[in-house]
């Protein structure tokens, strides 16, 4: 690529030509401004493998002359790459379809840091935020000044000196490609020395933060750092770019296909974070790809987390956060791979929003493959039966699960209030062909709860890494008051399997104070509690893996079906809260490293109103289900 400078001013009306990334279906056109008689031919992108772009020529000839011209889409009005070399097959069979190649955005900005945004305009969308903030921030004409030059000889433009302003600073930035991140790490460095307290005050660091993503949408990263970690990226081989795109996107739709990590992060780098949550996908990606080299004994691990380091307070995010962030995911590793024979089978997850009492519902459902990605395949809006909710399940398990030897574990998630609904005694009848379903007996099922606070979270945590060595709790009778089962509870802080044996109009409150403390797996008879029962329940979970107690449970509720003679048999109104964060759909899956972030009022000792975790959404439907239904049979 040769770079060409003009000797004088462009011509009046000459402006830089806008560059953008290409698009899938986009037709494209090369130019070759040389004065040829024939001086374009048409092309449609095949496909693109950072550094190159491969196209399909569909009319014109490439003949020498069209190498360094730009490719001009059209429909974008920009240009999407320059063109190098066309495909020599040396003979010209008839059908064949002659192809070239070009290096697209990504290998024009390394090599041209000063290329222009493609638009400049002195009123654009967030630029009077940029600019009250900076007035707000740089309170003494020396700090103006001394930003200024800094920020001029990084982008090599020529200083003002001291006719110099915020609306030089702001004007320097949008002037010049990734010249907001440029312009945020002078503004950082510059805090960071003079006024370290303003990085932390309400208002100050993260409003400007809030302002530059406004003004530039889609960029994070100065040109220097973004270049850092392209080198270190392509030398990654442990990580697939769509999965990784899938494992930080769960939710996204129509994600483009990268062809390496380079574009992979493209397209990251213009997402926000999600709310309440501080790690950008960007950075959280990275992250994601260290801890691959290091599983594969990379030798790049160490280097990535370095930058993520350096990157992070530029992004607002603390050190303690990516920490946590990076042992979460550390700790989730297993869990994330792919599916095996008896690993990870298929989930079929219901939300599910009882209408009081209990008789209808709306609700959501989503399938989790084993691949860290959550599918949202059906939603009911308007209130339906039981009835119609089994017949959209089993309609999920034929069309979007895929069948494993071991069968999909169905999980309904609900509110404290819900937990006693008899979702594992549902069935769905069919037609005259006796073609029938029952969820509990042909399916594990359990139930899950749609609440999590930091506390529950914590407990979960302290109680799931002893789960296979901690001795089993029974709370019968005598446990009902709140502060009794709290107390049995808190003086067995490992315990993660607990037996809940007493009246059924009590069990409500029993269960509740479960999740409270963050117990993993509650089993409950709905309709006896005298001590036979409770010595079977304890002794059918005694021995058992946790993992197995789903199947278990399972296989107890069709010993009591093929046992109609005994209707005392404990299968019979059995019940299973197996509830672990893992695996949770939206809006009931934040990440575990957003709940052990401090409380966003510890002055106080109050909580937040919403806490990290829990969205407006699913605070809303947990309290329009609240007291008057919780002990009472649904």
Avoid at 470 to 492: G, K, M
């Amino acid at each position: 690529m040769a770079v060409l400078e003009l000797d004088g001013d462009a011509p009046i009306g000459a402006e830089p030509a806008p560059f953008l990334t290409p698009r899938d279906g986009n037709e494209v056109v090369a130019l070759w401004a040389s004065g040829h008689a024939l001086p374009t031919l048409r092309a449609m992108p095949r496909v693109s493998a950072h550094p190159w772009i491969a196209l399909d020529v569909l009319g014109g000839r490439v003949v020498d002359g069209f190498s360094g011209g730009p490719l001009w889409d059209r429909a974008r009005q920009a240009v999407v790459g320059l063109v190098v070399a066309a495909h020599e097959t040396g003979t010209d069979q008839p059908g064949s379809i002659p192809s070239m190649y070009a290096i697209g955005l990504s290998s024009i900005e390394a090599e041209l840091p000063t290329l222009p945004p493609v638009d400049v305009p002195a009123g654009g969308r967030g630029r009077q935020q940029l600019l009250t903030t900076l007035e707000a921030l740089l309170r003494s004409r020396r700090h103006i000044r001394e930003c200024e030059e800094l920020l001029s000889a990084r982008l090599h433009r020529r200083s003002a000196g001291a006719a110099t302003d915020v609306e030089r600073l702001v004007g320097l930035a949008m002037g010049v490609r990734r010249g907001v991140p440029e312009l945020l790490t002078v503004v950082y460095d510059q805090l960071a020395e003079h006024r370290p307290n303003a990085l932390t005050e309400p208002g100050g660091w993260e409003a400007l933060l809030r302002a530059a993503r406004v003004v530039s949408p889609h960029e994070r990263l100065t040109q220097g750092r973004r270049r850092n970690l392209d080198a270190l990226l392509a030398r990654c081989r442990s990580t697939d770019p769509s999965a990784l795109l899938r494992r930080v996107l769960p939710y996204a739709d129509e994600l483009p296909v990268p062809c390496a990590l380079t574009d992979a992060m493209d397209v990251l780098e213009g997402f926000d974070p999600p709310s309440g949550q501080p790690m950008p996908p960007l950075l959280q990606a990275v992250v994601h790809v260290a801890e691959h080299e290091r599983a594969a004994g990379g030798e790049l691990a160490d280097d990535l987390d370095a930058w993520v380091r350096s990157a992070a307070p530029r992004h607002g995010v603390t050190a303690s956060a990516v920490d946590q962030f990076r042992a979460d995911t550390w700790t989730a590793r297993p869990a994330t791979t792919a599916p095996g024979p008896g690993v990870a089978p298929p989930r079929v997850q219901v939300e599910l929003l009882p209408v009081g009492p209990g008789q209808r519902f709306t609700f959501q459902i989503w399938v989790w493959s084993g691949d860290g990605r959550h599918e949202m395949v059906l939603a009911q809006d308007t209130e339906v039966t039981s009835h119609q909710v089994v017949e959209a399940i089993r309609q999920v398990l034929r069309t979007s699960v895929r069948e494993d030897p071991e069968t999909a574990l169905v999980e309904f998630f609900v509110a404290p209030a819900w937990l006693r609904l008899e979702v594992d005694t549902w069935d769905f009848p069919g037609g005259a062909d006796g073609d029938g379903f029952h969820p509990g007996l042909a399916r594990r099922v359990v139930l899950r709860s749609s609440e999590r606070t930091r506390e529950t979270y914590a407990g979960w945590k302290r109680r799931s890494s002893t789960l296979s060595t901690s001795p089993r709790l029974l709370l019968d009778q005598r446990c009902t008051d709140p502060l009794v089962a709290q107390a049995r509870l808190e003086i067995s802080p490992q315990t993660g399997i607990v037996v809940v044996c007493c009246d059924r109009q009590q069990q409500g409150r029993v269960l509740r104070q479960c999740i409270q403390a963050g117990v993993h797996t509650v089993l409950w008879h709905r309709e006896a509690h005298d001590a036979q029962i409770a010595a079977d329940l304890l002794s059918l979970v005694e021995e058992c893996d946790p993992a197995h107690i789903p199947e278990a449970i399972r296989l107890e509720r069709n010993k009591a079906i093929a046992d109609p003679d005994c209707p005392t048999h404990h299968g019979r109104w059995l019940s299973l809260l197996h509830d672990g964060p893992d695996y949770r759909p939206p809006p009931l899956a934040p990440d575990p490293w957003t709940l052990t972030r401090p409380a966003s009022r510890p002055d106080t000792g109050l909580p937040p109103s919403h806490p990290p975790g829990s969205s407006e959404l699913s605070a809303y439907r947990t309290d329009a289900t609240a007291n008057p239904v919780e002990e009472k049979a649904p």
